[in-house]
């Protein structure tokens, strides 16, 4: 069995500011991980993924993740916010080495104001 | 962009009217996938495909049938479409290698009235 949970539904940052978006996971077998990225009206976009390899990812858009095994967690970060960054952002479990069903978040919006 | 698209994008239905939404792929990729988003929900997967005429029940797949008959398509069918089914529909493939990540189409925004 496999869950995540995104804490925030909303987050709001200043441009400029340091962004966050925290995710953890529960699964029983060693985990894929990822992170989508919504924009109104449109499909889901793949930002970054970690599969086993190194546990810094990084990702399109300047962001980047951390896998912590012993936190069991995830979190999306990046350094300097941009206008362009508001959106929706969902992180995503999966078994690793198959082509299994992905667990998702509920979502994160990400707000950025001036 | 992977090459992914569905049809319709928009449809109003009435209750208890059949719904057909379709997905269609040029990756040839082995697997695909029927979503629902919901507020507060993230997304839900719906039905999954592992191959031609190969399928599999997801999480919320009361109401929902699928249908592979070709590689390249993946069909979705709301047999007696219900309010409760009204939705934003996403299709998704994945590949047999890499990380398996998921790759999505636009959507399908469905309102059953």
């Known amino acids: 069995a496999q869950s995540v949970t995104q804490l925030g539904s909303h987050v709001s940052v200043s441009e400029g500011a340091l962004v966050l978006l925290r995710c953890n996971y529960s699964?029983?077998?060693?985990?894929?991980l990822f992170w989508y990225v919504q924009y109104p009206n449109q499909g889901l976009q793949l930002l970054l993924k970690?599969?086993?390899?190194?546990?810094l990812v990084k990702g399109i858009n300047g962001f980047e993740a951390e896998f912590k095994k012993s936190e069991t967690s995830f979190h999306l970060t990046k350094p300097s916010a941009h206008m362009s960054d508001a959106a929706e952002y969902f992180c995503?479990?999966?078994?690793?080495?198959?082509?299994?069903?992905?667990?998702f978040g509920t979502g994160t919006r990400l707000q950025v104001t001036l | 962009d992977a090459g992914i698209t569905q049809s319709p994008r928009h449809k109003v239905t009435e209750t208890g009217t059949p719904v057909t939404l379709r997905c269609h792929q040029t990756?040839?990729?082995?697997?695909m996938y029927w979503y629902r988003q919901d507020p507060g929900h993230g997304l839900r997967l719906i039905h999954y495909?592992?191959?031609?005429?190969?399928?599999d029940k997801g999480e919320v797949s009361d109401g929902y049938s699928v249908s592979r008959s070709k590689t390249e398509d993946f069909l979705l069918t709301l047999e007696s479409a219900t309010s409760s089914q009204t939705s934003v529909y996403f299709c998704?493939?994945?590949?047999?290698?890499?990380?398996?990540?998921?790759?999505f189409g636009p959507g399908t925004r469905l309102t059953v009235t």
């Open positions: 495909s592992y191959g031609v005429k190969d399928t």
């Open positions: 699964s029983s077998v060693p985990p894929y």
């Open positions: 990756e040839n990729h082995r697997y």
């Open positions: 970690y599969t086993s390899a190194a546990t």
């Open positions: 998704a493939i994945s590949g047999t290698s890499g990380g398996y990540e998921q790759y």
């Open positions: 995503a479990v999966s078994p690793s080495g198959t082509a299994s069903k992905l667990t």
